[in-house]
C-alpha cells in the first residue's frame, strides 16, 4: 500500500520507519520544507533498545504528493488539523482515505467535514515514542493501538491498514465506534499529558509521585463522568487502571506535551483537558480539575512564548 504520513514528529516517524520496514510505501509530508529536505537526505533514524536503524523514506513539502497514495495517516498536532483537513480535501486521490491518529477530540469531525464519512479512519494508539532531533525518533515503550470507520462496519479496506501495522509490530485491533476509541485515548492524555508537562517528569514519575497520582486520578474522573454524559462506551471497565497501565508501561517515554514545553512549543492541552471542560460545560458537567491543569498549562505555554 502506498501511504502518505502527515506529520514528522515522534509518532509520524515512528509509523513511517516501521511501515517502511514491514513493506509498504511510505512517504512523509511535511509543511516546513527545510525539514523535509533535512528528513528526505538522512533519512528517519530509529532508536530502540536493541539498537537503531534508518529508514530512508521520501520526504517533501509539496501536498501534491498525496495524490499518489491510498491512505493518509495523519499525526500532526490537533491545531494544526483545519488545515490539514483542507489540503487532504483538496490533494487526496477520490478513492484514497484518511487516518487519524491524533491527540484530542475533534480531528475525526474535521476530517468528515473536508472528506466524508466513507473516507475516514479514526484511531488511538498508546505507543511511546519520543522525538529526539529531526528525523530522529526514540521508541519508548511499546503500547496499543486500535483503528476503525468513522462510520459503519469494519470493512475491507480497514482491514488492510490493520494487517499493516500488524505487520509492523503494532499491537493493533479495528472495530466499529471510534468516538469510543477517540475518548479512551482523550482520558489516557487527560491523565498523562498536562501534569507530566507541569511536574517536568517522564511519564512513569506520576505513579511515584502520591499527590500527582490523586491529581490523575481526578482529572480522569471528571473525563468519565463527561465522556459516559455522551454515551462514550469506552475500552476498559476500569479506566484509571488503563490510564495507569499505559503510564508504567511507557514509564521512560517524555509526553509529547512535555516535548512541547520543553522546546517552547503551542501544546495541546486545548484539544485534551480543554476539550473535557468545554465538553462538561454543554452538558452541564463541572470540570474543575481539568479547568486548572488546561489554565496552567496555558500560562506556562503563554510565558515562554512570549520570552
Given at each position: 500500500m502506498k501511504i502518505a504520513v502527515v506529520g514528522p514528529g515522534a509518532m509520524g516517524l515512528l509509523l513511517a520507519a516501521r511501515l517502511q520496514r514491514a513493506g509498504a510505501e511510505v512517504r512523509l509530508l511535511d509543511y516546513r520544507p527545510e525539514r523535509a529536505a533535512h528528513i528526505q537526505g538522512q533519512g528517519v533514524i530509529l532508536e530502540h533498545e536493541?539498537?537503531?536503524?534508518?529508514?530512508?523514506?521520501?520526504?517533501?513539502?509539496?501536498?501534491?504528493?498525496?495524490?499518489?497514495?491510498?491512505?493518509?495517516?495523519?499525526?500532526?498536532?490537533?491545531?494544526?488539523?483545519p488545515e490539514v483537513a483542507r489540503i487532504l480535501g483538496l490533494h487526496l486521490a477520490p478513492e484514497a482515505r484518511a487516518l487519524t491518529l491524533q491527540n484530542g477530540a475533534g480531528?475525526?469531525?474535521?476530517?468528515?467535514a473536508a472528506l466524508g464519512a466513507g473516507r475516514?479512519?479514526?484511531?488511538?494508539?498508546?505507543?511511546?515514542?519520543?522525538l529526539l532531533a529531526i528525523g530522529r525518533v526514540?521508541?519508548?515503550?511499546?503500547?496499543?493501538?486500535?483503528?476503525?470507520?468513522?462510520?459503519?462496519p469494519v470493512d475491507g479496506f480497514t482491514r488492510r491498514v490493520l494487517g499493516l501495522l500488524q505487520a509492523a509490530g503494532f499491537e493493533a485491533s479495528a472495530s466499529e465506534g471510534v468516538q469510543n476509541l477517540i475518548w479512551t485515548k482523550l482520558v489516557v492524555n487527560v491523565g498523562i499529558n498536562a501534569l507530566t508537562a507541569l511536574l517536568g517528569v517522564r511519564n512513569g514519575r506520576l505513579l511515584e509521585l502520591p499527590p500527582a497520582r490523586e491529581i490523575v486520578a481526578q482529572a480522569v474522573g471528571e473525563a468519565l463522568t463527561v465522556g459516559r454524559a455522551r454515551g462514550?462506551?469506552?475500552?476498559h471497565e476500569d479506566m484509571l487502571a488503563a490510564v495507569e497501565?499505559?503510564?508504567?508501561?511507557?514509564?521512560?517515554?517524555?509526553?509529547?506535551?512535555?516535548?512541547?514545553?520543553?522546546?517552547k512549543r503551542h501544546t495541546e492541552v486545548a484539544y485534551i483537558n480543554g476539550a473535557v471542560v468545554r465538553s462538561g460545560a454543554e452538558l452541564g458537567i463541572p470540570t474543575p480539575v481539568n479547568a486548572t491543569l488546561a489554565k496552567l498549562v496555558q500560562a506556562l505555554e503563554a510565558d515562554y512564548l512570549a520570552g
Open positions: 536493541s539498537g537503531s536503524h534508518t529508514q530512508a523514506i521520501p520526504a517533501k513539502a509539496e501536498p501534491t504528493l498525496l495524490g499518489e497514495v491510498e491512505l493518509a495517516i495523519v499525526c500532526t498536532k490537533a491545531y494544526h488539523t480531528n475525526v469531525e474535521a476530517m468528515v475516514v479512519l479514526g484511531g488511538i494508539t498508546s505507543e511511546g515514542a519520543t526514540r521508541h519508548a515503550g511499546q503500547g496499543q493501538t486500535h483503528i476503525g470507520p468513522a462510520q459503519g462514550v462506551d469506552f475500552l497501565e499505559v503510564a508504567r508501561r511507557t514509564g521512560a517515554n517524555v509526553s509529547s506535551m512535555l516535548q512541547d514545553v520543553r522546546a
